[in-house]
């Protein structure tokens, strides 16, 4: 069995973030997926012998941490920069030691699920363990997990960049949007200097500050709190919608609290993107751009229909597919991929899950959390009567 999800999105605690009850019950999901994966075409039940569980990218929040307060910053050159960065990832892995441990346990001693009886149904009390292979893809919040690699491969815990079984081609997808784009394509970890990305300034500079600074505002910050992971995830367009709708649910008293603390975080974000730079390849001024569109979310006026080009601009690039395979890429929503299906995309508000039971079954596109209202089950590959059986767990 294949199963593939991205962006769960642990972080140390400090600003919010999934937490690890929250994962846990995506293992849960994860298990429960792994059993239906066990019914064939003829509806019978046999458990999967093995288990590759590929994690695309972002599994872990790096920079949505209010360790960035300070002087250093994520991309800073040095013995600084480089401890500040291995003490949020230290903290980060500290957070999640919970599911962590759990694949670890997975790994190294498989994964519990029913065995079949002799009319091929799943029972009730004996129990098999199916090897589970767990592999961890750098995202462009994760990068930094690669420091930690050699460590982790003790507990058969594989990280990397890319995966591929030769039907299947599965990385995170950040590369093909211009936020999160770094031209300085190569081992960041071990470069003494680098530029941030445009996505990389804007959770640093604007998000984590906006996001300290609304603590003074206990209400607000309550609604605030458990959407800053989706903030920090989204293009400008849906970043400036959710501001927009957080300050129209909020008194007007601390409505004009929060736009003017809005307001002067764009602006500090801008000053300081001035004189430290993102890296971007756009032949426009990006961060001028953005930080007049970001400061038009706190306006009266403000409206999703009335995007300025430039930031349209700023949108993922439509990926191409593969010849004879599939691409499934954890950073794209789904609608960006639309028609193409050849691609998948596993971004969205909430984790999904992409399972292909066997070999020769077809991918089912399912989410963890709530349903959202315009998503469904996507069906990937040519239908066969029989054949599918759907998680949405």
Known sequence: MLGITANWGLSDGSLGGNPPAVAERWLDGLRLATIRAGFRRDGRY??????????????????LTERWTGRERPWHAGRRGRM????????????ARGPIARLRSWARHGLGVPT?????????????????EPVLLLGDRDADLGQVSTAVDRFGLRIGEAWSDGSHEIRH????????FRADVGDRLSAEAFRPTLAESLTVGLLVPFAVGMRDIPVAWQSLKPMLGRLAAAAPVEMTEQIATLLARLAPVQREAVADHWRRSVGRWFSAA??????????????AALAAWLESAAGLAWSANCVPPEIRRL???APRGRVGGTMVLGHLATHAVAGN?????????FPRLLIRPWPSAALDLSWFGPHPQDSGIVRVGDAVAGERFVDAA
């Open 173 to 180: 997808g950040h590369d093909l949007d211009p936020l999160r």
């Open 274 to 287: 001035l004189s430290d730079p993102p890296a971007h390849e756009l032949e426009f001024d990006a961060p």
């Open 315 to 317: 949108e993922v690039a």
């Open 116 to 132: 079949a009886d002799a009319r091929g149904r799943p029972t009730d009390r004996i129990v098999t363990r199916v090897e589970v």
């Open 84 to 95: 500040a960065r291995l003490d949020v990832l230290t903290a980060t892995l500290r957070a």
């Open 341 to 349: 299906g050849a691609v998948v995309g596993l971004g969205g508000e």
């Open 46 to 63: 046999r458990p999967v012998e093995h288990v590759t569980l590929v994690f695309a990218g972002d599994t872990l929040d790096l920079l």
